[in-house]
Nanobody, 125 residues
């Protein structure tokens, strides 16, 4: 079973940047597709970005394309989410998730293999 721990959230002004990290342990990291989801108050958890085990392919929800970048360092068992040009509507708890199957992480939050505890990102206007 993989364990995930996120870090890097905080308060930032609109237009600013944050970098989230998710450290993984417990199984072969490079065999896992990794993803970031977010959940704003009163809303459902939504897919933000995903990356294949090798890091060769990435996927984004339209609302964050060209502003957010997902990456991974398999030597350090860590996945990152670089968030630039942040907007107030990006305010949410951000969760890291993992699954051996890329299609599952891209499909949504249901039945994924592992989740982190979440890290709060607040963007002020």
């Amino acid at each position: 079973q993989v364990q995930l721990v996120e870090s890097g959230g905080g308060l930032v002004q609109a237009g600013g940047s944050l970098r989230l990290s998710c450290a993984a342990s417990g199984r072969t990291f490079s065999s896992l597709a990794m993803a970031w989801f977010r959940q704003a108050p009163g809303k459902e958890r939504e897919f933000v970005a995903a990356i294949t085990g090798s890091g060769g392919n990435t996927y984004y929800v339209d609302s964050v394309k060209f502003r957010f970048t997902i990456s991974r360092d398999n030597a350090k068992n860590t996945v990152f989410l670089q968030m630039n040009s942040l907007k107030p509507e990006d305010t949410a708890v951000y969760y890291c998730a993992a699954d051996p199957l890329l299609n599952k992480v891209r499909a949504g939050p249901d039945n994924l293999n592992a989740w982190g505890q979440g890290t709060l990102v607040t963007v002020s206007s």
